[in-house]
């Protein structure tokens, strides 16, 4: 494995291995971009074949940290860390407070929060050894309710720019995924007069959304059935060759990181006259909730709620900027996102005294 040429490819700044011998962690931080500020991003847990495929996806998220926050107008630079074990099983304490001590030795440049494998009450006991920790029970909690929230406007913006109306009543949203996340958007669609078909490969968790007002569609049905919007809220990569074909949707706007298995296939739903909302645009209401801690003045629900509101106009400037550039609009999003860390760099070669 070439580690430094992954680093220098995707372009970033600092990996740390750790390994703690009395709790058996084992754990990649990775540190991509900080030109904005610390670098923000979540903790996550999952038991990885391998070392190589733990750090594929660290570098990969941490990357698209940087994005996400540059893109929602945030202070903080883009970051992220695994751990290899099984959230099933393997969560302890000890495992947690030695987290915490490996993030505090980098002195604040990364700041962690909740992701998948990881909860609330794990950000509680990192927090007793750092500071260096957002997403607290008692500040501002599950960011799913903000990602909800986000995901909703994009899905308002998405519609605005494809059909000329924000308005949602009587359109068809197909929902994958009926976690947090995408029970929250089912709320929000349901409120708006939409019809709404979910799926998800727990039954428990599809009974509690058809017991909502949804309807239920089997895993394997649901990117072929009949609808207006397709949102992803599972799983990353799912848009590919074998799924694009089948959508019968004019939208896609969901939660789930990494919707598309490669830069290609934006083109490809493009070709088919599909619009795709980015997702780290899309999903950017949860970081927009953790971030709100860090601000003067402390974290305010309704601030959070006001800025995750905006995903809207920032998603409306991307589709514009898309058409006028000749670009697809996961395109257009990625320069959105440089443009404000390329100003950000402009400003720093300025001499400030102290």
Same mark, same amino acid.
């Given at each position: 494995?070439?580690?430094?040429?992954?680093?220098?490819?995707?372009?970033?700044?600092?990996?740390?291995?750790?390994?703690? &011998?009395?709790?058996?962690?084992?754990?990649?931080?990775?540190?991509?971009?900080?030109?904005?500020?610390?670098?923000?991003?979540?903790?996550?847990?999952?038991?990885?074949?391998?070392?190589?495929?733990?750090?594929?996806?660290?570098?990969?998220? !941490?990357?698209?940290?940087?994005?996400?926050?540059?893109?929602?107008?945030?202070?903080?630079?883009?970051?992220?860390?695994?751990?290899?074990?099984?959230?099933?099983? =393997?969560?302890?304490?000890?495992?947690?407070?030695?987290?915490?001590?490996?993030?505090?030795?980098?002195?604040?440049?990364?700041?962690?929060?909740?992701?998948?494998? !990881?909860?609330?009450? =794990?950000?509680?006991? @990192?927090?007793?050894?750092?500071?260096?920790v957002g997403g607290l029970p008692e500040t501002s909690?599950?960011?799913?309710?903000?990602?909800?929230?986000?995901?909703?406007?994009?899905?308002?913006?998405?519609?605005?720019? &494809?059909?000329?109306?924000?308005?949602?009543?009587?359109?068809? *949203?197909?929902?994958?995924?009926?976690? #947090? *996340?995408?029970?929250?958007?089912? !709320?929000?669609?349901?409120?708006?007069?939409?019809? *709404?078909?979910?799926?998800?490969?727990?039954?428990?968790? *599809?009974?509690?959304?058809?017991?909502?007002?949804? #309807?239920?569609?089997?895993?394997?049905?649901?990117?072929?059935?009949?609808?207006?919007?397709?949102?992803?809220?599972?799983?990353?990569?799912?848009?590919?060759?074998?799924?694009?074909?089948?959508? #019968?949707? #004019? @939208?896609?706007?969901? !939660?789930?990181?990494?919707?598309?298995?490669?830069?290609?296939?934006?083109?490809?739903?493009?070709?088919?006259?599909?619009?795709?909302?980015?997702?780290?645009?899309?999903?950017?209401?949860?970081?927009?909730?953790?971030?709100?801690?860090?601000?003067?003045?402390?974290?305010?629900?309704?601030?959070?709620r006001a800025k995750a509101g905006k995903i809207y106009?920032?998603?409306?400037?991307?589709?514009?900027?898309?058409?006028?550039?000749?670009?697809?609009?996961?395109?257009?999003?990625?320069?959105?996102?440089?443009?404000?860390?390329?100003?950000?760099?402009?400003?720093?070669?300025?001499?400030?005294?102290?």
């Amino acid at each position: 494995m070439e580690l430094f040429q992954d680093m220098v490819n995707q372009e970033h700044e600092q990996v740390v291995f750790c390994h703690d &011998k009395v709790s058996g962690l084992k754990t990649i931080i990775a540190i991509h971009d900080t030109t904005l500020g610390p670098a923000l991003g979540g903790l996550r847990i999952w038991p990885y074949a391998s070392e190589e495929e733990a750090l594929f996806d660290v570098l990969r998220l !941490s990357r698209g940290m940087t994005y996400k926050n540059a893109a929602m107008g945030l202070n903080l630079g883009g970051g992220k860390a695994v751990i290899i074990a099984d959230p099933k099983k =393997d969560k302890t304490e000890e495992l947690f407070r030695a987290f915490g001590q490996f993030v505090h030795t980098l002195g604040g440049r990364y700041i962690t929060a909740e992701d998948v494998g !990881s909860s609330l009450e =794990d950000m509680s006991i @990192i927090r007793s050894v750092t500071p260096y920790v957002g997403g607290l029970p008692e500040t501002s909690g599950d960011p799913s309710i903000n990602t909800g929230y986000g995901v909703f406007r994009g899905i308002q913006a998405a519609a605005m720019h &494809k059909f000329g109306s924000s308005d949602l009543a009587g359109k068809t *949203v197909a929902i994958q995924g009926a976690g #947090k *996340v995408g029970t929250y958007l089912l !709320s929000h669609l349901l409120e708006a007069g939409a019809n *709404v078909l979910i799926t998800d490969i727990f039954p428990e968790r *599809v009974e509690a959304a058809v017991k909502m007002g949804a #309807k239920a569609v089997e895993p394997g049905e649901i990117f072929r059935v009949e609808c207006d919007i397709f949102a992803p809220c599972a799983l990353g990569g799912i848009l590919n060759d074998e799924s694009i074909p089948q959508l #019968k949707a #004019k @939208i896609v706007a969901g !939660s789930a990181n990494n919707q598309l298995l490669e830069p290609r296939h934006g083109k490809a739903l493009a070709e088919r006259g599909i619009l795709y909302a980015p997702d780290f645009i899309v999903n950017g209401g949860g970081v927009i909730n953790v971030a709100q801690e860090f601000e003067p003045g402390g974290y305010s629900p309704e601030k959070a709620r006001a800025k995750a509101g905006k995903i809207y106009d920032i998603l409306l400037h991307i589709f514009a900027l898309a058409e006028e550039k000749g670009i697809e609009p996961h395109e257009a999003a990625d320069l959105y996102a440089e443009e404000r860390i390329r100003k950000a760099l402009e400003q720093k070669r300025l001499y400030l005294p102290c």
